[in-house]
């Protein structure tokens, strides 16, 4: 009886842990296709952070240069208190450029948690584009019906250690496999933040959301909404734009 | 009679010894725990007040229930008609805006890439303001390390830990970065022209004071403060009077629809400070009765030693004639006696080993270095009047006590169980 108990009981926890570590094939193939969607070789991208404070919203505009997953740079064009900073992001590292003290601050680790510009963005989600499918295992866990749109429900184990959100709850559309809503949590287990994906077109043949409303559920407020403004895919971008001579030109 | 007790007392030392030392040892305790804990709540107290609390604090109300957070877009916006009608509603408090916030203090190399950097929380205070008085409150000339006081706009000072660690020295060039009221990101270059030690852990770890009116300009906060501290002229917290003042305060404002309408806190009502100074008073209470109770059974037992020792003293005394009622009098009468002497005594050791401590302190900073609440890095013994009779309540009270409890075997002694033990 006791042995019985034992083989089950370890049956399931294996169980548990080969289903957390190891993505379903089904699942896969599915975040994958998202993979497909969002990420690109590199991407030019104008876009609108409009920040809904408590009491009033700010709209900030930027213009941003990717290549792969660790390039980045960023230019703000507006309003004029951010009008002319810079920032470029190479791996784990991030630069800021200001023009009223022509200096360059280095933020690195932890600080690429912290809030961009006041918004419920972390300059980690601002500047960062890695391939869901190959830093977390998937797995589907229902179907659900998100803005009239069918999705699957999944859940996003990290499993690299590097990532700023442990787990996430992804809500994909089964037609378009561009996210619809996700749920970002922290390694506790805790909720940090909601995003809703909309208006979603089809730019250069690939589905693509170019509205995302960030909530940091640890906020009050209406949180931020990301507006693309303009976007283009796989276009050659020089290398001189992930310098840091770029900074200050 | 008393002349001739005192006589006794200091003639049979073996009547008196125990019992004044006792007494003696337990006094000092009880007046030195009391200084120490006097001490430690008024020096809290006058910390909290002068850095974080004031005797009263306005704010807004999204702005109290998130303030942890420094949540400056939830800030007091038309400070200057704020401050009018507060001046003119409460004359007899010193009204001090202040901004808390957070950010980054970078220090650049020689390219103007960061060389150092740390977090750190910005205080801003009207330092060229003269009748403000903060530069007085926050004892930053006394507090001063090295350099000098901010003479003018865009110099900046920073806590001594802070500066070591950012390896900056006065005079030279550190860049705040961090967020305006709004969230707008924020670059500003301030000379560091001193660095001063606040004595407050949670403060020396990485605070900078800059001028209340750079701040505003720097974080988009014309005419708004994050907190408006009040202070009593005489700089003493008078509860009674803050709890009225908030009170009518708050009622302006109860039924205001303004999301952002300000309300009123007195020090005690902040930072549970309420409960823990009323939890150290019964704190204290309880000491005292504690010692007043170990110190009677101790007493009674030495009392019922010693009777054991004077039977036949009593014995003789009944057998003369004295009544058992005058016996167990001179008895209480002795005990006073002893219970003062012991007092005195202890009192003055109390109030020597105080001062000691009131001197030198004991240093807490590395158990504080966590803490949430303004507290010293180094605590000290305060010598006050109420030390020189405050040990004569549990001295001469345990004293009495003791003695009447052990004293009631007189009144059971037989007198004819008494001639034969006397073999008379």
């Known amino acids: 009886m006791n042995y019985n108990f034992y083989v089950i009981l370890i049956s399931l926890i294996s169980f548990n842990f080969y289903s957390q570590e190891r993505s379903s094939p089904e699942a896969l193939a599915v975040i994958e296709k998202v993979d497909l969607n969002m990420v690109s070789k590199s991407q030019i991208l104008t ?7 408590k009491r009033k919203s700010r709209t900030i505009r930027s213009k941003g240069y990717s290549v792969g997953q660790d390039k980045n740079f960023t230019e703000y064009l507006s309003p004029e208190r951010e009008k002319g900073m810079k920032m470029l992001k190479l791996d784990d590292r991030l630069w800021i450029y200001s023009p009223s003290t022509d200096r360059t601050i280095q933020l690195s680790g932890h600080l690429l948690r912290q809030s961009l510009m006041g918004s419920d963005l972390s300059y980690e989600d ?25 999705a699957w429900k999944m859940e996003l184990i ?3 250690s590097n990532v700023s959100y442990y787990k996430r709850l992804s809500w994909i559309d089964k037609e378009k496999y561009v996210p619809l809503k996700e749920d970002l949590f922290a390694k506790s287990g805790e ?57 200050k030109k | 009679m008393i002349k001739f007790l005192i006589k006794g007392i200091l003639r049979d030392r073996s009547k008196s010894l125990i019992p004044v030392s006792v007494i003696t040892i337990g006094v000092s305790i009880t007046v030195l725990m009391s200084g120490f804990l006097s001490g430690i709540l008024s020096d809290v107290v006058d910390q909290s007040s002068k850095l974080d609390t004031g005797h009263v604090k306005v704010m807004t109300k999204p702005y109290a229930e998130n303030k942890d957070q420094l949540p400056n877009d939830l800030a007091i916006l038309d400070l200057t008609a704020l401050l009018d009608s507060l001046k003119s509603n409460y004359p007899e408090i010193n009204w001090a805006p202040r901004i808390k916030f957070g950010g980054f203090l970078d220090v650049a190399n020689d390219a103007g890439e960061t060389k150092n950097q740390g977090p750190g929380l910005g205080l801003a205070v009207s330092l060229f303001d003269k009748s403000a008085k903060e530069k007085s409150r926050l004892g930053l000339k006394k507090s001063l390390q090295r350099g000098r006081l901010p003479e003018k706009s865009r110099e900046i000072l920073l806590s001594d830990q802070f500066a070591k660690k950012l390896k900056l020295n006065p005079g030279e060039k550190v860049t705040y970065f961090g967020s305006s009221m709004e969230g707008s990101m924020v670059f500003e270059s301030f000379i560091m022209v001193g660095t001063v030690n606040f004595g407050v852990s949670l403060m020396d770890k990485g605070t900078f004071i800059i001028d209340f009116y750079d701040a505003q300009k720097l974080l ?14 005489n700089a003493i917290y008078n509860d009674i009077k803050a709890s ?27 930072n549970d400070l309420g409960a823990s100074l009323d939890l ?60 003062a002497i012991g007092s005195i005594l202890g009192t003055i050791l109390g109030v020597l080993f105080c001062y000691y401590l009131q001197e030198v302190g004991i240093d807490i900073s590395q158990d504080t270095k966590n803490a949430s609440i303004v507290m010293p890095s180094i605590i000290r013994a305060h010598v006050t009047p109420s030390l020189l009779y405050v040990g004569f309540i549990p001295g001469l009270f345990s004293m009495v006590f003791g003695t009447a409890l052990a004293g009631r075997g007189i009144f059971k002694i037989k007198t004819a169980q008494l001639f034969k033990d006397l073999e008379v």
């Open chain 2, 244 to 270: 009225e003042i908030t009170t009518n305060f708050n009622k302006e404002f109860d039924e205001s629809s303004d999301e952002f309408a300000p309300i009123m806190f007195t020090l005690k009502g902040q």
């Open chain 1, 47 to 53: 876009s609108e952070m409009i920040v809904h404070g």
């Open chain 1, 158 to 160: 990290a499993k690299v």
């Open chain 1, 126 to 150: 601002m500047m960062e584009e890695k391939k869901l499918s190959l830093i977390y295992s998937v797995n589907i866990i229902g179907e659900e019906l998100i803005n009239n749109r069918k």
């Open chain 2, 220 to 233: 988009d906060m014309q005419d708004g403060a994050g907190e408006l501290l009040g202070f009593f002229e």
């Open chain 2, 280 to 339: 150290a008073s019964s704190f204290m209470g309880a000491f005292v009765f504690i010692f007043i109770f170990a110190m009677s059974l101790v007493l009674w037992n030495t009392g019922l030693i010693g009777g054991l020792r004077r039977y036949k003293e009593f014995g003789i005394r009944l057998a003369l004639g004295e009544s058992k009622k005058t016996v167990y009098t001179l008895l209480m009468l002795e005990s006073i006696i002893i219970g």
């Open chain 1, 191 to 247: 909720l940090l933040k909601t995003t809703l994906f909309t208006d979603i077109k089809k730019i250069n043949g690939r589905w693509y959301p170019t509205k995302i409303n960030y909530k940091d559920v640890l906020k009050t407020g209406q949180g931020t909404d990301f507006v693309i403004l303009e976007i283009a895919f796989d276009k050659s971008i020089p290398d001189n734009y992930f310098s840091k001579s770029i900074l």
